[in-house]
């Protein structure tokens, strides 16, 4: 007797009746579902934010190198995600405000010639994390564009790590995937905190250093005089060996500290439930939705619509949202509202 799910495939020949196989229903069998990719762009902190596609710029630039969730990357400017405790926003970006970063699989390497031979794991060079930003590129040459990126790592603010050398153009760009790189680190050394890579063995730098403390390192070979290390940022390179110092074991625990506190409202009056859409204007376009629990001060209302200020990281903005439905004359004409983006 056939399974749930699954059917019988049945031939009659000549008078005889044959089960020819048992096969999963397609109907039964469930699809998988590919994983959303998460986009993102990191602006300049010149760049430029609007809430509509033609509209005019917000009061504030970026001010600071941000990362930003994009929702759709095919327009004149991007559209982006601004998401708060109880709301999320849409934007727009200018494109001329947007660093080059480096895309999924791209490889740092220390010289034009390096980039013509073999890249292995021991192999001096760099395999950047996704949306890691160049602060200096050079218009593309043979395919190779020479640039300087920051590897410097966020919870180490007093650690700024950079490296020069050569990224393939086509392993660049300004709207990028995050992900993981899969590298393996297991440091057994520190190095000073003014330490330079080098490509080869007395060779030429390409990764330079600067910190008031000892960095850690794993050391992945020995040249003569020269030890072959890889550093936290996962750079790979050459160092003096009178530079390395060893250490018993791994001691550090990281200790982050990354709990946010939620914002509250002064003086809240509405509640709005998850899932409200926030308009520009009264009936006018989504800009956005009510993701969590909102509590917020209405600074306006008008018709059974209120009015929120939120202040974002391009300027405060000015949010409508539908907080009661008045009636309507039976030959009222009703207007459509615009398309709600989240829907």
Same mark, same amino acid.
């Given at each position: ?15 005889? %009746? ?50 930003? /969730? ?36 791209? %490889?740092?390497?220390? +010289? ?7 890249? &292995? ?20 040459? /043979? ?31 300004? %709207?990028?995937?995050? +992900? ?25 730098? #390409? ?29 790979? &390179? ?13 001691? +550090? ?40 629990? #909102? ?17 974002? /990281? #391009? ?8 907080? +009661? ?19």
């Amino acid at each position: 007797m056939a399974a749930a799910g699954q059917s019988v495939h049945v031939v009659a020949m000549a008078g005889i %009746v044959l089960i020819a196989a048992l096969v999963p229903s397609r109907s039964a069998v469930a699809e998988p579902r590919p994983a959303a990719r998460v986009l993102w762009v990191q602006t300049r902190p010149e760049a430029r934010a609007s809430l509509t596609l033609d509209g005019p710029w917000l009061d504030r630039r970026a001010g600071a190198e941000l990362r930003l /969730r994009v929702r759709d990357d095919r327009g004149a400017r991007i559209r982006f995600v601004e998401s708060f405790d109880d709301l999320e926003l849409l934007f727009y970006v200018e494109r001329d405000g947007l660093k080059t970063c480096t895309l999924p699989g791209a %490889v740092l390497y220390p +010289s034009e010639a390096a980039a013509a031979k073999h890249f &292995g794991d021991l192999s001096p060079g760099v395999r950047p994390e996704p949306g890691t930003c160049s602060n200096d590129a050079a218009p593309a040459r /043979r395919g190779l564009v020479k640039l300087k990126l920051d590897l410097s790592i966020p919870y180490a603010p007093g650690h700024r790590v950079e490296a020069r050398g050569y990224v393939p153009e086509k392993a660049l760009g300004q %709207v990028f995937v995050e +992900s993981d790189v899969t590298r393996s680190f297991s440091p057994d050394a520190t190095l000073p905190g003014n330490y330079r890579l080098l490509d080869a063995p007395a060779g030429a730098a #390409f990764v330079f250093s600067a910190s008031s403390d000892r960095r850690e390192a794993q050391k992945l070979g020995h040249n003569g005089r020269y030890t072959l290390v890889r550093t936290e940022p996962g750079a790979v &390179g050459w160092i003096a060996s009178s530079s390395v110092q060893d250490i018993p074991s791994d001691d +550090s625990s990281g200790d982050p500290n990354g709990v946010e506190g939620g914002m509250e409202a002064p003086g809240a009056h509405i509640v709005l439930p998850v899932g409200t859409v926030l308009r520009e204007s009264v009936n006018g376009q989504p800009i956005g939705e009510v993701t969590g629990p #909102f509590v917020r001060h209405a600074v306006r209302q008008d018709g059974g619509w209120s009015r929120f200020d939120v202040d974002t /990281r #391009f300027g405060t903005v000015a949010v409508w949202a539908q907080t +009661s439905t008045p009636a309507m004359p039976a030959s009222a004409p009703t207007r459509p509202a615009p398309r709600n983006p989240w829907r």
